[in-house]
């Protein structure tokens, strides 16, 4: 029960997380022409900074063993391997959706592929932070 309750405790904060990754990323693919890679790694390090810090107070208990900065250390060394993967999928999914004959998807097709993605990068990110913090 207890894996179950930090399960939906951490998703919800990863919802929070995943907006304000998601502003960001949009709000700079609106301001800037560059790169959509550097875009992902620069709104998605805001992002999960964001889940660890509030992850690591309210739903996790850090036994200790491994100073707190230290295992923040680790998380984002995990999270920028994973960002990377992800930066390099999603052109490929804007290359894919782009592929369709509609003006919608070809016009939201970077927020799409974003989208996308979340949901098997959360599940990850659950038992990545769950063993960082609980077993490290």
Not at 23 to 46: E, G, K, M, T
Not at 67 to 83: A, E, G, S, T
């Amino acid at each position: 029960m207890k894996m179950f309750n930090q399960m939906l405790k951490f998703f919800g904060v990863s919802v929070l997380g995943w907006i304000i990754d998601f502003s960001i990323y949009n709000l700079l693919i609106f301001l800037f022409d560059i790169n959509i890679v550097l875009i992902n790694i620069i709104s998605s390090l805001i992002g999960v900074t964001f889940i660890f810090i509030f992850s690591t107070r309210k739903i996790f208990i850090n036994n200790g063993k491994i100073d707190i900065r230290f295992k923040y250390i680790i998380y984002i060394f995990y999270q920028v391997v994973l960002i990377l993967f992800v930066s390099r999928l999603l052109p490929i999914l804007k290359d894919f959706l782009l592929s369709f004959d509609n003006s919608v998807i070809t016009n939201y097709s970077n927020a799409i592929a974003k989208v996308m993605v979340t949901p098997i990068t959360a599940s990850v990110n659950f038992i990545v932070m769950k063993s960082v913090i609980e077993k490290l």
